[in-house]
């Protein structure tokens, strides 16, 4: 069941509403840019590399739904179609650099409306197919990571759920568990929304591999006591220094692991690097809704008291210090990050 599926019927882009799994299945339809950029903001879709391939099928929707008859106009039109698609969730650079990449497209000199139309859609198609070729890629590389018998603590959702296809870090661990390796797996729940005990759960379920859901905050007993002996998660934006922003929760993790000397990686493709970035001060931090931490029931009742305030950070940043490899399409790379980041993504290291 994939996580985006063009309808070239209807010309419309279909989601798996993620917002409902693992209950229930079903989709949401998605005919204009806005209804895309609401699908981002509201996590129908979700995962930095989907939210990436989600807005280059807005572009496409922005430019093929257009009235506009003539280049200029529609030109325009892409560019505001590129700011409600940004403006959409702040973290996941993935986002970004796909509206990016569609624009510049955009800006290439094609002979009608008709022609950048086609072109933009067959673009998007393109950012799908990729992304699961760079994940199976990644994967190959990641399994090398992961031994026979090994119990490895995740974070959050990484897998085809999380991307067009396969999945960053939960791709690794199952393609380790393809390659006949035993592995075990500690999903952690992942408050507040839950896509650990809700879709990573659910995606291993489907896979075979067997694990057991924790609550976050279980993650250090299990780190110490040496009932878990590797650390796997995704990014959402990587900046120059190897520091990793990801799902609220991994910082803490990795602080654990450290302190217990196990090793943690982080798999992401190379459209979530931000070289602009030095450090992960600078990464901007979504704050979503305090409903997201405060409406919760247990046996039918409202947990938390009636005029409570929360605050809802969906992301913090892992110090590359407490990193022991970055996992990418382009290979394996250890430290010191900000030399061989650069080297493997630009081929040199200044
Ligand atoms: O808020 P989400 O569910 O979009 O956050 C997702 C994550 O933090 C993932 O770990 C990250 O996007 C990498 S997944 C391929």
């Known amino acids: 069941m994939p996580t985006l599926d063009w309808n070239a019927k209807n010309f419309e882009l279909i989601l798996l509403d993620q917002r ?10 998605c005919q204009d840019y806005t209804a895309v950029a609401e699908a981002i903001q509201k996590m129908v879709v979700r995962g930095a590399p989907a939210i990436g391939v989600a807005a280059a099928y807005g572009m496409a929707l922005a430019a093929g739904r257009s009235a506009q008859s003539d280049l200029s106009s529609l ?3 892409l560019n505001t179609a590129a700011s409600v698609l940004q403006a959409s969730r702040p973290t996941a650079v993935n986002l970004f ?9 955009a800006d290439q000199p094609v002979s009608s409306p008709g022609e950048l139309k086609e072109k933009l859609l067959a673009e998007a198609q393109r950012m799908a197919a990729e992304d699961v070729e760079i994940n199976r890629r990644m994967a190959e590389y990641g399994a090398k990571l992961i031994a026979d018998g090994d119990t490895i603590l ?16 939960l791709g690794v661990i199952r393609m380790a568990h393809e390659q006949g390796k035993r592995i075990h797996v500690l999903v952690d729940e992942t408050r507040p929304r839950l896509q650990g005990a809700r879709l990573t759960a659910w995606e291993l379920s489907q896979y075979g591999i067997p694990y057991h859901i924790i609550s976050d905050g279980a993650a250090g007993y299990f780190l110490h006591s040496g009932q878990a002996n590797k650390v796997f998660f995704g990014a959402d934006r990587v900046a120059a220094n190897g520091d990793v922003a990801n799902k609220i929760g991994s910082y803490m993790l990795a602080l654990a692991a450290k302190d217990n000397q196990i090793p943690v990686y982080s ?17 901007p931090i979504e704050e979503r809704s305090q409903s997201e931490v405060l409406d919760i029931q247990l046996r039918g009742l409202r947990v938390t008291p009636v005029d409570a305030q929360a605050r809802n950070p ?17 290979g394996v790379i250890r430290p010191p990050f900000t030399e061989n980041l650069r080297q493997a993504i630009l081929g040199k290291t200044n």
Do not use: Q
Request: proline share 4%; with cysteine.
């Open 267 to 283: 798999v992401f493709p190379i459209s979530t690097v931000d070289l602009e970035l030095e450090s992960g001060d600078e990464i």
């Open 154 to 169: 995740h974070h959050c959702n990484t897998g085809a759920l999380a991307t067009a296809g396969w999945g960053t870090a």
């Open 75 to 77: 030109r325009e039109e």
């Open 20 to 29: 409902a799994l693992p209950g229930e299945v079903r989709y949401i339809t």
């Open 97 to 105: 650099w796909a509206v990016r990449r569609m624009l510049k497209l």
């Open 314 to 330: 969906a992301f913090d940043v892992t110090p590359h210090r407490l990193l022991t490899a970055l996992v990418t399409e382009k």
